[in-house]
Every structure is written in structure tokens, then in C-alpha cells.
Antibody
């Protein structure tokens, strides 16, 4: 069974940093791209970042480019999102999802990040 | 401004059909053929319903169908059920390993 489990969400002050993790199981990790999608309170889904199967291709939404870094560790079957210079508008539930071709066929349950002083 | 425009809300009665539109309004979308649809119940993981405009993953009810006409993709839900009440999002590949979601449409089952 494919499973994606996010962790690392917490309360952080504006300007602070946080690293999210997504641990994958139930499939061959190195065969798939992975992506991060977030949902702010009362808002819609926003794609923010992704990496291809070997980590050599990455993409970022304009809203996070230059502040967030996505990377993966095949030894740990994990995807990471390093978030720096956090802002109040980064407050959201962050989901990781598995990429297949041009869509996302499995999703995690999400982890909550709150940016507040 | 989203590259994919959806109505904010739609509604229908049990047993009826509803259609949710998704209009591609920007060149940020590399391929209109890559439109996918997701169902999202609050507090749960989003679920893939349709990919590549009109393909349905195994395990998804055939009450869900997708289509495209010109720049507008559509998700049709037939035989509405109470559990269909959720937020529905279209999504498309934007090129250079980026994606974009529509703003989401809230479906209310009356």
C-alpha cells in the first residue's frame, strides 16, 4: 500500500525556518517524482514545489521561490521541504503527493505549519 | 489571478448531475491535455478523480467523468450523493516541473 506521511509542522515566528519531511513507503521511491501542495486556512490548494525522480529537476511556485528548497533522500525514502524566511501567508496545511506523469495519484494527510508571533 | 478559473460554488440535489468548469486562462499552462481533477474533503487527503482530461483511475466511481471543449475542461458528477459534498480542484502542468491549481469549487448537495 502506498503511504506518504508528512511531519515537521509546528508554530514558527515570522522570519523563522522549518523543515518538513514526507516519508514514503509501499512503492519504489526512486521511480517517482514528488511534490508539495499547501492549503491555507479558508483557501484553496496551491502547488508550491516538486522534484523529479532523481532530484535533478525541481520546480517552485513564485510565492516560495528563493525561500523554500525541495530535496529528496533515497536512502531514507524521504522528501523534504526546507522553508526559510517564513511569512504569515505561509500558514497552511502542507501535503506531499506522488507524481505520476503529469498528475498526483497519491497524497499524504498533511502537516500544519503556523507562522505567527 | 489563477491560470485556471473555476466557479466558487456549485450545487445539486441527490440523484442529479452537476458539471464543474475549469477555464484555462493563461499561457502558464503548458499542456491543456494534462488537466486533472481532485476531490478534497476537509481534514482529509485530496483524491485524484480524473487525469489527462478524461481518464479515470481504477477505483474511482464511473459517476465522475471529465471532458474538454476549447479552453474549458469540465468535471461532471452524475447521480449526486451526499458524500460528494466537497471541494473540487482542477490542475494542469505548467512546464519546467511546475503545476497550477484552479481556485476550487465547493459542491453543495442540497
Amino acid at each position: 500500500e502506498v503511504q506518504l506521511v508528512e511531519s515537521g509542522g509546528s508554530v514558527v515566528r515570522p522570519g523563522g525556518s522549518l523543515r518538513l519531511s514526507c516519508t514514503a513507503s509501499g512503492f519504489t521511491f526512486d521511480d517517482y517524482g514528488l511534490t508539495w501542495v499547501r492549503q491555507p486556512p479558508g483557501g484553496g490548494l496551491e502547488w508550491i514545489s516538486g522534484t523529479n525522480w532523481d532530484g535533478r529537476r525541481t520546480g517552485y511556485a513564485d510565492s516560495v521561490r528563493g525561500r523554500f528548497t525541495v530535496y529528496r533522500d533515497s536512502a531514507r525514502n524521504a522528501l523534504f521541504l526546507q522553508m526559510n524566511s517564513l511569512r504569515a501567508e505561509d500558514t497552511a496545511v502542507y501535503y506531499c503527493a506522488r507524481v505520476y506523469q503529469r498528475f498526483f495519484n497519491y497524497w499524504g494527510q498533511g502537516t500544519l505549519v503556523t507562522v505567527s508571533s | 489571478h489563477s491560470a485556471l478559473t473555476q466557479p466558487r460554488s456549485v450545487s445539486g440535489s441527490p440523484g442529479q448531475s452537476v458539471t464543474i468548469s475549469c477555464t484555462v486562462t493563461s499561457s502558464e499552462v503548458e499542456s491543456r491535455n494534462s488537466v486533472s481533477w481532485y476531490q478534497h474533503h476537509p481534514g482529509k487527503a485530496p483524491k485524484l478523480l480524473i487525469f489527462d482530461i478524461n481518464k479515470r483511475p481504477s477505483g474511482v466511481s464511473d459517476r465522475f467523468s471529465g471532458s474538454m471543449s476549447g479552453n474549458t475542461a469540465s468535471l461532471t458528477i452524475s447521480g449526486l450523493q451526499a458524500d460528494d459534498e466537497a471541494e473540487y480542484y482542477c490542475c494542469s502542468y505548467g512546464g519546467r516541473y511546475t503545476w497550477v491549481f484552479g481556485g476550487g469549487a465547493m459542491l453543495t448537495v442540497l
